[in-house]
């Protein structure tokens, strides 16, 4: 599937299940194919909302049963620290990942109560490195300082950092010129312009396109990127080609 | 299935042969965050990339600093592109508010009052906003006010009082209060107060709330507007152009119910 311009669309952060305290629908597969459909999404990588706001480990089982079947959705698990056991120790976790499929790790340090830089995830982020598995994390789970000590720390980590609202530039920019493997999705990038600007100064690989749905509106950065002042090729490696690098997906 | 609102998005052409007014637009950079180029010429030329017809804009220096020279900031935009962009008279309750509403009360192309009570500091339902809400009452001009639930000085429910003294004045709630757990109070608030319009921008809005806005008050009683150069045109009209809503009601958010405000003559 593409748009009308044949511009091919990877969601990198979309999500399935209910949420407890927003109206956003019924959480189902069948509902986020459709609206993927309304928007010409091709492609998504979703996570679990019960991975998120319930425990990991169930979400990450639920989200395999949820979507298999459903060729377009890319599996991405939630990731803890195995401090208390809860979830596998790393090396374990990463390996069951990659053999269930999943093409990207998802982490919340705010909501789970742990701190991105410290040293109890460190393992789990050195097992991600290894794998080559993407780590995706909404702007409000870490401080930019931390996601900057992250990523200097591991640079064959590649980090999508989403949500980041129309506040930002000052301090992103500065993190994307020292940290060449950390990258923004397009769900809520809401500076004017922001979006050129940042493909003018740092590449067009370092800005991905992402919804943040079932949360977000889709429209918002469907809007965002074809309506940009950014040529056709730009757009397309935003669209759907640097993540589908990142995440080594070849399913059209 | 595409339809003239979503298949030129999908297409990456501008819209054609729909009337956009973007009834909530500033100019002008911000102390507190960058932005890349707020200046007319970039949001003209971004109007044009979407098909907008309209802007009507405050200047941030204004809402932010200084009434006197952001207004003036503001009719030099308007007065460099007389066809494209609309300016509100910026008042401020700590700033000669009557005197700066004499100064622009006859100006071609202001046509609105933009209230803040948050960055100014003074409650929505204050007294010294009396002279506006009388002048916006007499002369039929309509009022924007910056409003966030659950905010000490400008929660819409302070719009209330408001419109117990002044129940012919026109306002627009600017964000519709902002926060989602607020729209549902806002919505409940507008069908009290049939004069009170809500206007859509905001980092929290999603066309499930403009169908759900719809569908209790009527499109005529929805307003499109982006905050940009704040936050990006392109982010909130596509919430329109693809919600699940009949084409004259998103055409109606987009245009239609903001004309019906103003006088044709000044748009």
């Given at each position: 599937m593409t748009t009308t311009?044949?511009?091919?669309?990877?969601?990198?952060?979309?999500?399935?299940?209910?949420?407890?305290?927003e109206d956003v629908g019924d959480g189902s597969v069948a509902e986020l194919c459709k609206t993927m459909d309304r928007f010409a999404i091709g492609s998504a990588l979703v996570a679990h909302s019960a991975a998120w706001r319930h425990d990991p480990a169930t979400g990450n089982r639920l989200l395999l049963d949820e979507i298999a079947g459903e060729p377009r959705l890319m599996p991405c698990w939630v990731g803890l620290p195995d401090t208390c056991g809860e979830v596998a120790p790393p090396a374990e976790f990463v390996e069951a990942a990659t053999r269930a499929g999943v093409r990207a790790v998802r982490l919340y340090p705010g909501d789970h109560g742990f701190r991105f830089s410290g040293p109890d995830v460190a393992p789990l982020l050195d097992a991600i490195a290894r794998a080559e598995l993407?780590?995706?994390?909404?702007l409000d789970q870490a401080s930019w300082a931390d996601i900057e000590q992250v990523a200097a720390s591991r640079p064959r980590l590649q980090i999508v950092v989403c949500g980041?609202?129309?506040?930002?530039?000052?301090?992103?920019?500065?993190v994307l010129d020292r940290a060449t493997n950390v990258h923004v999705d397009l769900s809520y990038l809401g500076s004017h312009l922001g979006l050129e600007w940042l493909v003018e100064r740092f590449g067009v690989h370092r800005v991905l396109f992402g919804t943040g749905m079932p949360v977000r509106d889709p429209a918002d950065a469907v809007s965002r990127l074809l309506w940009s002042e950014l040529d056709d090729e730009n757009v397309r490696m935003i669209g759907a080609g640097t993540a589908g690098r990142l995440l080594g997906w070849t399913g059209w | 299935m595409t339809d003239v609102l979503t298949g030129p998005v999908l297409s990456r052409q501008p819209l054609v042969g729909v009337d956009v007014i973007d009834a909530h637009a500033h100019v002008g950079g911000y102390?507190?965050?960058?932005?890349?180029?707020?200046?007319?010429?970039?949001?003209v030329r971004v109007m044009d990339r979407c098909g907008v017809r309209l802007a009507v804009l405050s200047a941030t220096h204004a809402i932010e600093l200084d009434v006197r020279r952001g207004n003036e900031e503001t009719a030099a935009a308007v007065r460099r592109y007389p066809d494209r962009l609309r300016g509100y008279i910026v008042l401020n309750p700590h700033q000669d508010l009557e005197a700066e509403l004499a100064r622009w009360a006859d100006e071609p192309g202001m046509i609105g009052i933009k209230l803040h009570p948050d960055l100014h500091g003074y409650p929505l339902d204050g007294g010294r906003y009396a002279p506006v809400w009388e002048y916006a009452e007499r002369t039929g001009m309509p009022v924007l006010t910056h409003t966030w639930s659950g905010s000490d000085v400008d929660d819409p429910a302070l719009l209330a009082s408001v419109f117990e003294r002044h129940p012919e004045v026109r306002v627009l709630a600017g964000h519709s209060g902002a926060v989602a757990d607020g729209f549902p109070r806002v919505i409940e608030l507008a069908t009290r107060y049939p004069?009170?319009?809500?206007?859509?921008?905001?980092?929290?809005?999603?066309?499930?709330?403009?169908?759900?806005?719809?569908?209790?008050?009527?499109?005529?009683?929805?307003?499109?507007?982006?905050?940009?150069?704040?936050?990006?045109?392109?982010?909130?009209?596509?919430?329109?152009?693809?919600?699940?809503?009949?084409?004259?009601?998103?055409?109606?958010?987009?245009g239609t119910a903001f004309r019906a405000l103003v006088d044709k003559e000044d748009l």
């Open positions: 311009n044949g511009v091919e669309l990877l969601d990198v952060n979309a999500m399935v299940g209910r949420l407890p305290a993407p780590l995706i994390l909404d980041l609202g129309y506040r930002v530039l000052r301090e992103l920019a500065g | 102390s507190r965050f960058f932005t890349p180029d707020p200046t007319p010429e970039a949001m004069n009170l319009y809500l206007e859509i921008c905001g980092s929290f809005f999603t066309g499930r709330w403009l169908a759900r806005m719809v569908g209790e008050l009527g499109a005529h009683r929805v307003i499109y507007g982006s905050d940009f150069p704040f936050i990006d045109l392109r982010y909130s009209i596509g919430r329109v152009l693809f919600a699940e809503l009949p084409l004259a009601d998103r055409r109606m958010v987009l």
